[in-house]
């Protein structure tokens, strides 16, 4: 069995409880205008370009195939539209310096295994685990269940995080070795929703109720984004849905730019940057709406 997956790190603190080993799954329904894992979205093989870590041997632009590299006195320039997953698998292995990289790779429940049992004192002192990521993990259901299964047989605690804008099916089969699930809900609007991720909420709020009815272990999170949800009354509303739901544990997550480089290096479009975080003192106040419990 193998998994596309973009990236592992080990010693996670923000994905689940303690310290945790994060698999990130490649591919993903929706278009988050936010996103700070672009690369994440593609279930393709994409490039990943690291202009700090480029030497500027120009090795790259002798292994290009079409034209997708070229050299300038600054170094290798990558003309994204002529780079596709064909081009980028052909390039995998030719940077001295691991400065390209390919993002997506096919690899087996027992290689993904073999990096977290590393980490097993870690999971065991810290009450720590595994969780899976993305993207979104459960386009990949059966990849997700053997890997948490796996963890399982072992011993390791498991998370999902997830949008939920998956098939209920999907969702069902990893229920029975799933220890937490940290569920987005990001606008209780549709439309607002649709206009930035690229799909309406509808089945992401019919799948949390149903993972609820389930007796799941659910831990909402929220990303605060200015000007999709960063208003206490939106905020509200999501907390009354939640609280009629009986899902009393959530968070907010606040914007942050940290992504806003990985744009850059994978040469998608990026409509945020000059988009300001929120001060601390604006995220108090509306935590204070998110979590405050109405029924
Ligand atoms: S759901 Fe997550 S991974 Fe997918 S596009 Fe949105 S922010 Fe990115
Ligand atoms: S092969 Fe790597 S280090 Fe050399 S120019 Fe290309 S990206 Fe830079």
Redesign the pocket.
Known sequence: MRGNVFDIQRYSIHDGDGIRTVIFLKGCPLRCRWCSNPESQSSKPQLF?SQS?????????S?STNGE?TASDQ??VIHWQKCGSEEAIKLAG????D??MIKGQKITVEEVMQVIRRDRMFYERSGGGVTLSGGEPLLQPEFAKHLLQACREEGIPTAVETTGYVPWENIARILPCTDLFLYDFKSPDSEIHRSWTGVDNKRILQNLKQLQTAGANIHVRTPVIPGMNDKPETLRKMAVILDQLGITARSLLPFHQYGSGKYRSCGIPYSMEDVQQLSEERMMELNQVFLAQKV
Do not use: D, E, H
């Open positions: 370009y870590r480029c030497i500027r041997c120009l090795s790259c632009v292994a590299i170094g290798p030719v940077c001295p310096a400065a390209l």
